[in-house]
Structure formats: C-alpha cells, structure tokens
C-alpha cells in the first residue's frame, strides 16, 4: 500500500497554495497553466525523503505516477479551503512568532515543479516560516514567455488581496516575501498597487527578497519608488552569468535584467548607492544548475542563508555569515530613495510532475540560452 505520510527519517512540509490556474481534469496534475478567474486555495501536504536519499538544494522527482516517498518527492493530501479557512490556517500555522514567507515561483514553471520547490527551500532553509506558495498560470514552456509575463499581470490583483489578507490576520506579525525570476515582477506590481491603493507596503511585510529577477532595471526603480519611505528591506539575488536572464534581455530587446547586473560596476552602483538594498552577488558560485538561474534554492549555503539570517531579521552583509569566497554581500548605501467548497482529501501520493517533459524542456532551454548567449555576447557586460 502506498504510504500517506513521510517515510521514517524523511520530513513533511505543509503549505497553503493560492493559484490564479484552471483547474485541471487529470487528478495527478491539479493545475494546468491556463487561467481560471477566480483564484483557488488549497492545502498541500508534501513529503520529502529520508537525508540519507536527497541532497539540499535539490528536488528528487517523481519518476513515475506513484512516488516512492522512501526515495522522491510526493504529496501526500491536498484539501480545497475557503477564504474563512484561510484564517484559520494561519493561526495554526504561524506560530508564536507569527512568521510567514510567500513565495512567487517565475517563468516556465509547471504546478507541481512550483509546489516540489518550494518544498525544498522551506526544508532547506530551516526558516521558522508558515509557507505560502503563490503559483500563477505558466504554461511550463519556453515559446510561452509573453504568455507568461502577461500572466503575471492578469494575477496581481489576486497577489495583492492575499497579502493583504494575511496582513490583516492578527497572528501574523511579520511576512517576507521571496519571488523568483519573473514571479519578481508580479510581486513588485502588487506591492506597488498595494502602496498606491493603501498609501502603504501593509507594515507587516518586512522583507523582500528578489532572487533572479526578471525584471527591467528602469522599471524596478520606478516600481521602488512607488512603495514610498516606508518600504520593506529588499535583498536582491544576483548573477552576471546568468544564461536564462540573457535570453530575457534578448527578447526584451536588449534591455539589462535586473537579475543580471555587476553591483560593483557603474551604472548600477550610483543608481543604488542611496536605496537601502542589499545586493547578493552570487556570479563566482557553482551549482547543478545549468542555466545558473535558480541558485539561491540549489546552493545549500545560499538556501541556509535565506532562512536563518534573513528571516530571523539578522543583516546579510553581517561578517559572521559565513558562506565562503563565492558568494559576496554588497550593503548598498544607507539611505533611502529619493523620490470556496469543503476540501477533498487525495490520501495517496501525487504524481504532480512528468520529468521527462521536464527534462526535454530543460534541455531545449539550455540549447536556446546558449544561442541567446552567443547573440548578446558582445552587449555590454550587465
């Protein structure tokens, strides 16, 4: 029989899931990538192997429709909740000290590769956070990129009420949120629509980590300015040599990433100097990843660093971090910028995630970010 909870010596991690995704009609999937207009909440309960079988900073996937938990990734139940319960999961979940990360997965991401991550990097981390994933409607290709990106947009408004719903929930006191390659762009569009519409970022969301943002710099410093004074903590993951980011800026037209600038170099620096940022450069640092696009979940240190500084309110750019030659913290200036139904319980593991077609698409990206690489290899460096 399969089994319905983790594996002796593995580990369980629950989370809430808000997607703005139609629902699909296969039950090993849930999810599709197209949109549903009214945004869905549900309970996920994911268990992770046993130590002895995984390694941090990556995600064992399932390689058949039944998981074998001794060994992969799996979900274990999933329960439907309404906006009541929402409630009440957060005073269950949030703890004493009331903590709470969002996470904002970014382009090409299927459900189940957005529930399996994150998965990881609240295992990883140790964070002392009540989960929330945020997933909206990818299409888990690499031809889908305008899809995507408008997706984005189509869901703000969806991003904004959760946050603003947790925020107005009296046992959580502290939220961060942490979003990832185009996942940053929707999240600085439903602060800044947040900021507009309540006259401030909810004073509950403390800190912002961008990791790999997808994001166009002129833009992200109007999108800044907008939250106005009294603005979260930002930390922004960054790398020169980031392959995925210089497909980005080829189809954006040759305009720099900011998940891709050299923070030491001009213009950046300047530009920087009086935000408050702190800035991560993670160029020097070598992981399984391919594309060196998600580094700051598959680099064990990095993942650590998110969970046990960062969400415990310690400074990044302190000098007892401690995470070697390969990764440098940039403390950028001082200053600030001028300027529905009862849930059904699936009590089996989920199959969420066909890794073939996850492979095949990782290699199709990987042949199509070397020839973006060849393309905008004479651009100047970012």
């Known amino acids: 029989m399969t089994p319905t909870s983790a594996p002796e010596g593995g580990s369980r991690v629950d989370m809430l899931v808000v997607t703005t995704r139609k629902p699909s009609t296969d039950p090993n999937v849930l999810f599709t990538g197209e949109r549903g207009f009214d945004y869905l909440i549900d309970e996920v309960a994911v268990s992770l192997p046993p130590a002895s079988a995984r390694t941090p900073g990556q995600v064992q996937w399932p390689r058949t429709s039944t998981p074998d938990p001794t060994k ?12 009541d319960q929402i409630d009440e999961w ?3 979940q949030a703890g004493v000290d009331g903590r709470l990360m969002i996470f904002i997965h970014g382009f090409n991401t299927r459900f189940g590769v957005a529930v399996f991550r994150y998965a990881q990097i609240i295992k990883d981390s140790g964070a002392p956070v009540a989960p929330v994933l945020f997933t909206w409607p990818s299409r888990g290709g690499i031809y889908s990129y305008n899809y995507d990106r408008e997706s984005t ?28 390659s185009m996942g940053a762009w929707l999240a600085m569009e439903a602060l800044r629509q947040s900021a507009i519409r309540e006259g401030r970022v909810p004073a509950k969301v403390t800190n ?26 930002f930390t922004i993951f960054v790398s020169n040599d980031d392959r995925a980011l210089r497909l980005s800026r080829l189809i954006a037209g040759n305009v720099g990433r900011l998940g891709s600038i050299n923070p030491s170099r001009e213009p950046y620096l300047s530009m920087l100097e009086n935000s408050g940022v702190t800035v991560i450069d993670m160029s020097k640092l070598r992981t399984g990843d391919r594309l060196n696009h998600s580094k700051f979940a ?4 990095v993942v650590k660093l998110i969970g046990q500084r960062l969400i415990e309110g310690q400074p990044l750019t302190d000098s007892r971090v401690g995470i070697g030659d390969h990764v440098s913290a940039l403390a950028i200036g001082a200053t600030k910028f001028v ?31 070397d020839a973006a690489a060849g393309t905008v290899s004479a651009a100047t460096p970012q």
Request: aromatic residues 4%.
């Open 90 to 92: 957060f005073e269950k």
């Open 339 to 369: 300027g529905s139904a009862a849930g059904v319980i699936i009590s089996t593991p989920i199959a969420l995630v066909d890794p073939a077609t996850r492979e095949s698409l990782g290699h199709q990206l990987d042949g199509m970010s």
């Open 208 to 233: 912002v980590i961008l990791a790999s943002p997808d994001l166009d710099i002129d833009v992200f410093v109007r999108q800044f300015q907008m939250l106005g004074p009294e603005r979260p903590k």
């Open 153 to 180: 947009n189509f869901s703000r408004d969806a991003l904004e009420a959760g946050l603003l719903r947790a925020a107005h929930n009296d046992k959580v006191k502290e939220i961060t949120v942490l979003a990832h």
């Open 298 to 301: 598959e680099s064990p240190d």
């Open 72 to 83: 992969e990734f799996a979900v274990l139940s999933v329960q439907r909740r309404n906006l």
